[in-house]
């Protein structure tokens, strides 16, 4: 079992609609989660990062955390054509700074 | 300020051949991380260091791979020999530890062995 997991995709959402996704984690004891967006051919870059269980919300993005059923989700409102990327979730594990990453789900936003 | 910075931006090498990456983090970060990057394996963690001494090399593959980080603006990464398998985009990471939860990546080196 991956110790992070997300569906590859592509999840495909009209422009304006909600898109959703996720990520489950296999470590118990993990306690800070990542939402990284990395557009093709470029660097990933941090959206958000969440420690408890809840929501945290961040203009029209919203990460969601539940630790007891090892899940982690990001929520996108009002989709662009530009929030098309691969978004990465990633997981505080082991050493201090350690991340670990899942293996991405693409997104694909259409007019 | 300028971000993170990796030279070369891309290398086609051939196999046998020595590979050396370099990265400059971000003025003032004392974290700084290799990455690597492939289709199959995802983005995975190599190695990272704190102030300048490696703090978890388990990610590095095999010994082939060897990374420094002589001073505070500046890391190599080397690979020796190369080999095809090598072939990726690697990531330099840098971030603070009172902004630990930020890393800061860079441009990426893409890698090619033939």
């Known amino acids: 079992q991956k110790e992070v997991e997300q569906n590859s995709g592509p999840l495909s959402v009209p422009e304006g609609a909600i898109a959703s996704l996720n990520c489950t984690y296999s470590?118990?004891?993990?306690?800070?989660f990542f939402w990284y967006r990395q557009y093709s051919g470029k660097s990933p870059e941090l959206i958000m990062f969440?420690?408890?269980?809840g929501d945290k919300e961040d203009g029209r993005f919203t990460a969601q955390l539940n630790k007891a059923s090892q899940y982690v989700s990001l929520l996108i409102r009002d989709s662009q054509p530009s929030d098309s990327a691969t978004y990465l979730c990633?997981?505080?594990?082991?050493?201090?700074?350690?991340?670990?990453f899942g293996a991405g789900t693409r997104l694909a936003v259409h007019p | 300020d300028a971000g993170v910075i990796q030279s070369p931006r891309h290398e086609v090498t051939e196999m046998g051949q020595e590979v050396t990456l370099r990265c400059k983090p971000i003025?003032?970060?004392?974290?700084l991380f290799w990455y690597r990057q492939t289709m199959m394996r995802g983005l995975e963690l190599l190695i990272y260091f704190n102030n300048n001494v490696p703090i978890d090399d388990s990610g590095m593959p095999e010994d082939r791979f060897s990374a420094k980080m002589p001073n505070a603006s500046f890391s190599t990464l080397k690979i020796q020999p190369s080999e095809p398998r090598d072939s990726a985009v690697y990531f330099c990471?840098?971030?603070?530890?009172?902004?630990?939860?930020?890393?800061?990546f860079g441009p990426g080196t893409r890698l090619l062995v033939l």
């Open positions: 990471a840098s971030s603070t530890s009172e902004g630990r939860e930020t890393q800061y």
């Open positions: 470590d118990r004891g993990s306690q800070s």
């Open positions: 969440i420690y408890s269980n």
């Open positions: 003025s003032g970060h004392d974290y």
């Open positions: 990633a997981v505080r594990s082991g050493g201090y700074n350690k991340l670990i």
